[in-house]
């Protein structure tokens, strides 16, 4: 991942989670890391257990950015969720995914965020 790549992707992620934390999610952890992978971010909305997927793209060229969580990654994402679950000892508790879709512009400024609750 060259390093333009990989620092837009932090900086989405970083407003994304501001972006949620003004929709009431609470964070729990940001790049949460296990041997099956990673999350970009954990956070509590009421009851549930959020797993945000988020998603940065500075155009759509290649499709949106929610168009770019394919069933691989919806299944390694699943995957991850019932690893932290059950290590946390709150197997059975209400989860669900979202995805956070950062658009930016050619100078890296946050034109748009849109998330989609249960988006799998």
Do not use: W
Request: glycine residues 8%; proline residues 2%; positive net charge.
């Amino acid at each position: 991942m060259t390093m333009t790549r990989r620092r837009r992707g932090l900086q989405g992620e970083a407003a994304a989670a501001a972006f949620l934390e003004n929709m009431g999610y609470r964070i729990l952890e940001r790049n949460f890391r296990c041997p099956l992978g990673e999350v970009d971010i954990i956070a509590a909305d009421g009851d549930e257990i959020v797993f945000v997927e988020v998603r940065t793209r500075s155009n759509n060229a290649f499709g949106t950015p929610q168009e770019s969580v394919d069933r691989r990654k919806q299944t390694r994402l699943r995957r991850l969720a019932a690893y932290y679950l059950n290590g946390r000892g709150l197997s059975g508790h209400p989860c669900r995914f979202d995805v956070a879709a950062v658009l930016m512009d050619r100078q890296e400024r946050i034109i748009d965020i849109e998330v989609i609750k249960g988006a799998f």
